[in-house]
């Protein structure tokens, strides 16, 4: 049982590649989310699923793209990276939404060049 | 939409002291109200949460208390242990934003636990 798993761990892009962070989950959870982390501003939604299916923005969702490829996985998608979207990028999973426990993968750091 | 503000930033204590960490929401729609901590280099991870019909929690060190009026919320450590060193994160619900509403993060805590 590996819970949340995402790859890559690391990557460094140069401005205006793109790129695909990809993300699954093995405990049958309906809903998904992405999030990113910058220092001193805690964790914003970028785009959730909460359901196969469905997608919806969050926060932060300018320059990024989701797919729910089915219920395992949740794929989210960097078309032209800029600098400002270097961070650190965390999958999580729940059971029962937003008011629920999230469960988290390790995290990806992203450096945009 | 929601905001939530998180107080202090950062807080020192000696091992066996109690902290507190303070958060404010704005939304009264907000429901419910987890604490998250993130170990150095780590995910994430649950370590207790409130929904807005109560108005205290605890497991063992670790309590949280609500107050809908004044719209904030606070977790308590008492006891603390050099493993409680960590960034901790308030966060609040929000019914609004896409069909599942949103998560609102505070900005975080760091919390050092010195021997």
């Known amino acids: 049982n590996a819970g949340v798993t995402q790859t890559p761990k690391f990557q460094v892009l140069k401005t205006g590649q793109s790129m695909t962070l990809q993300c699954a989950q093995d405990?049958?959870?309906?809903?998904m989310y992405w999030y990113r982390q910058d220092p001193g501003m805690g964790l914003r939604l970028i785009y959730y699923?909460?359901?196969?299916?469905?997608?919806d923005k969050g926060e932060v969702p300018n320059g990024y793209n989701v797919s729910r490829l089915n219920k395992r996985e949740f794929s989210l998608r960097l078309e032209s990276a800029a600098p400002s979207q270097t961070s650190v990028y965390f999958c999580?999973?729940?059971?029962?939404?937003?008011?629920?426990?999230?469960?988290f993968g390790e995290g990806s750091r992203l450096t945009v060049l | 939409g929601e905001n939530v503000e998180q107080h202090p930033s950062t807080l020192s204590v000696q091992e066996g002291d109690s902290a507190v960490i303070k958060c404010t929401y704005s939304?009264?729609?907000?429901?419910?109200f987890p604490w998250y901590k993130q170990e150095l280099g780590k995910r994430p991870q649950l370590i207790i949460d409130?929904?807005?019909?109560?108005g205290e929690k605890k497991d063992q060190r670790i309590a949280v208390t609500l107050n809908k009026t004044a719209k904030h919320f606070s977790l308590h450590i008492t006891e603390t242990q050099p493993e409680d060193s960590a960034v901790y994160f308030c966060?609040?619900?929000?019914?609004?934003?896409?069909?599942?509403?949103?998560?609102?993060f505070g900005k975080g805590t760091k919390l050092s636990v010195k021997p």
């Open positions: 999580a999973s729940s059971a029962t939404g937003i008011t629920g426990e999230l469960f």
């Open positions: 405990m049958n959870h309906n809903s």
């Open positions: 699923s909460a359901s196969e299916g469905t997608t």
């Open positions: 939304d009264s729609a907000s429901n419910y």
């Open positions: 409130i929904r807005s019909n109560v």
């Open positions: 966060a609040a619900s929000t019914p609004y934003g896409g069909s599942q509403g949103n998560l609102i």
